[in-house]
């Protein structure tokens, strides 16, 4: 198995613009977490789903942010619009289920300037 | 306070060294996990445990419930374990709530 796979691997962008962020999970695996991370707040949960439905989104700063699993093999993580202080790397993970450990993504790393 | 707090933050060692980090936590939890991130900034999930110990090859994890401490070890420290380790504590089955890593040198 390829493992989860994030695209892009880097976006710049300018503030205002909307911005896209993908991720495939690994086939077979039934939740789909999504993370932020910054120099400043270390690695934090956004969002996570079970069999495509979120369950938490607890973590999602803002109405500028929401995320989709419109089926078992793909998710989006959407920022409009975009901000400076949204620039950090976005990790996607994968897990059979909720007793398993976590396989990430390469991570995207976004540039809001 | 944070809820996860890894120590020591920075970490330098020689080859051939036993390395021990630490995470003590103060929230109940279901499962802590240790990760580690390459120099590259990939992610792997080392392991994941609710009670007792796990070993994988020369990495070991113990883990305290009633101390909510956990510890990560390595044995004969190789240049190549160079990366952060960072611990992190399920509060229900999969909401992770992460330490802010600590960042380890291994010179050869």
């Known amino acids: 198995d390829a493992g989860v796979i994030q695209s892009p691997r880097h976006e710049v962008t300018e503030m205002g613009q909307e911005v896209t962020l993908r991720c495939k999970p690994i086939?077979?695996?039934?939740?789909l977490f999504w993370y932020r991370q910054t120099m400043m707040r270390g690695l934090e949960l956004l969002i996570y789903?079970?069999?495509?439905?979120?369950?938490?989104d607890s973590g999602m700063p803002e109405d500028r942010f929401s995320a989709k699993m419109p089926n078992a093999s793909f998710s989006t993580l959407k920022i409009q619009p975009s901000e400076p202080r949204d620039s950090a790397v976005y990790f996607c993970?994968?897990?059979?289920?909720?007793?398993?450990?976590?396989?990430f993504g390469a991570g995207t790393r976004l540039s809001v300037l | 306070k944070n809820e996860v707090e890894q120590s020591p933050q920075n970490l330098t060692a020689q080859e051939g060294e036993f390395i021990t980090i630490n995470c003590s936590y103060s929230?109940?939890?279901?499962?802590l996990h240790w990760l580690q991130q390459h120099p590259g900034g990939g992610i792997v999930s080392l392991f994941m445990l609710s009670s007792g110990k796990k070993k994988h090859g020369r990495l070991i994890a113990t883990i305290n419930i009633q101390e909510k401490h956990s510890s990560l070890h390595i044995t004969a420290s190789h240049p190549r374990d160079s990366a952060v380790y960072i611990c992190a504590v399920g509060q229900g089955a999969q909401k992770l709530v992460f330490g802010q890593g600590t960042r380890l040198t291994i010179n050869p």
């Open positions: 789903f079970n069999n495509n439905v979120p369950i938490d």
């Open positions: 929230v109940g939890i279901s499962a």
């Open positions: 086939s077979g695996h039934n939740s």
């Open positions: 993970a994968s897990s059979p289920g909720p007793e398993n450990i976590q396989y």
